[in-house]
């Protein structure tokens, strides 16, 4: 069975010592997944000049982990793997993001009256787009040490990286999107040090949708950090220090996306402390449950009028149920105090906190949400998935001026369905519906309605 992870399928996990167990896929795929390694073994033997024979018996062999082979001379695997991806989407309202997935955040409001649909974004009726950006490769390394497996493991995809900016021409112009990274971590003993998923996010309780965001509530986004595993039988404690990155809002800002909102990133003034992450999960054959806190210094000190720094904190518990035969629930619920960009899988979306620059004054933002999915297998290679995700932002209305706190984000919530058909081992198929909606404190609201199509290669 495929992982829950719709923007990490293809990424491996870590070292056995270090990741928390995960569903196998079924007999099918891991021999389909084996025998790719042997033909990818042969392909590289015969770069390399090697005879057909050659390349099934040498110089080549089977690695230490299905899909690899061993590099001559050394005690390395080497696995490479990925898939190539293009999703058609076609937006029943003003046109959306097609690179990158829907991002509630842009969607546009109604008129100012409160359940009205006037604005140019409703008045837009359908737009068709295509995309191959969310394809991606990646390279993986197993090699033997005296102090156990060292693993290596690099992938990036084609998600408008951070700093690239898509012209108006990008279609025009052979839709040339930019490499981005996504993983880069080395993994040596119980210690992993590099970019991976944040420690307090739950890849097995998220759900599998052709859309690249997919539902919201499901933790921060990949993050550099040193990680640290402690496995006691079925259950894996996890301790992490992780980059931070404080996201705050404006007091006094009017923008009608939500009120402008800032990074301490390039401004010189950075924050002081990473941010501490831990989680307990407890995995059997029933399924799994998780258990997870994040604590953070939220920090805001812009060399002039402020200096500010507040303690923020967050828990969160998800889980997954197997019900029947390969089917499964899962669910996601995560709040605190300050929490801020913990709470999404979304980029920029839930603020840590509010700064009034002209007082020096910071208040954190108290966020809570979360998902709840459902897979259903109707046969052996064609599966549905339907869920929804909800999370509220709860603004404090003393510190903003009245017309600021009326443009603050306050509330979103998406849902998606599909249906996709796996007709041979690495080959996906799909359609799917997603609706979405955001909504600010003074009761404008919008919300966007897409259907997908997509087809995935994997290799």
């Known amino acids: 069975m495929l992982a829950r992870r719709p923007r990490d399928i293809g990424a491996a996990a870590p070292a056995a010592s270090i990741d928390i167990p ?30 057909g024979t050659a390349a099934a018996e040498g110089p080549f062999s089977a690695g230490s982990f299905p899909g690899s082979i061993l590099i001559p001379g050394t005690q390395t695997s080497l696995k490479l793997g990925g898939y190539v991806k293009l999703d058609y989407s076609y937006d029943f309202s003003a046109a959306q993001n097609a690179v990158g997935g829907l991002f509630p955040n842009a969607i546009p409001l109604d008129a100012n009256v409160p359940g009205t649909h006037a604005s140019a974004g409703h008045s837009t009726h359908g737009v068709s787009q295509l995309t191959a950006a969310e394809s991606r490769f990646n390279i993986e390394t197993r090699t033997p040490t005296e102090f156990g497996e060292l693993k290596t493991f690099i992938e990036g995809d084609f998600e408008n990286p951070s700093g690239l900016t898509n012209s108006s021409t990008f279609e025009t112009e052979s ?41 919201m509530g499901a933790g921060a986004y990949r993050q550099p950090q040193i990680r640290y595993t402690y496995p006691l039988g079925p259950l894996h404690i996890q301790v992490a220090a992780e980059n931070p990155q404080t996201f705050w809002a404006d007091a006094t800002s009017t923008t009608t996306l939500g009120g ?105 933002i108290q966020s809570w949400g979360g998902l709840l999915g459902y897979q259903h297998w109707w046969t052996a290679s064609l599966r549905s998935t339907v869920v929804g995700s909800y999370i509220k932002e709860q603004n404090p209305s003393g510190i903003f001026t009245p017309a600021a706190f009326a443009v603050q984000a306050d509330t979103w ?36 309605t897409r259907l997908q199509f997509s087809t995935k290669f994997r290799f």
């Not at 249906?419 to 003074?442: H, K, Q």
Request: net charge negative.
């Open 22 to 51: 995960r569903r196998t896929l079924p007999a099918s795929l891991r021999g389909s997944a084996v025998a790719a390694g042997a033909r990818l073994g042969a392909a590289l033997a015969l770069a390399a000049g090697c005879s």
């Open 413 to 448: 919530w998406t849902t998606q369905v599909n249906l996709i058909w796996s007709p041979v081992a690495f080959v996906d198929t799909g359609v799917e519906f997603s609706r979405e909606n955001r909504r600010i404190e003074n009761g404008q609201s919008g919300d966007a």
């Open 260 to 364: 402008q909102s800032f990074t301490t990133f390039g401004t010189g003034q950075g924050d002081k402390v990473p941010d501490f992450a831990a989680s307990a999960t407890y995995d059997d054959t029933w399924g799994h449950l998780a258990l997870r806190g994040i604590f953070r210094d939220i920090y805001d000190h812009n060399g002039t009028a402020v200096t500010q720094s507040a303690f923020g904190w967050g828990l969160g518990i998800s889980g997954r149920i197997n019900t029947w035969g390969k089917d499964d629930l899962i669910f996601q619920v995560n709040g605190g105090d300050g929490v801020g960009r913990y709470m999404s899988n979304f980029v920029a979306l839930v603020r840590d906190a509010v700064v009034d620059s002209a007082a020096n004054r910071m208040e954190t």
């Open 175 to 215: 839709n040339s999107a930019g490499f981005r990274l996504r993983y880069a971590y080395g993994a040596l003993g119980p210690w992993l040090a590099g970019q991976w998923n944040s420690v307090f996010r739950d890849t097995l309780a998220e759900a599998e949708t052709l859309d690249f965001n997919g539902p």
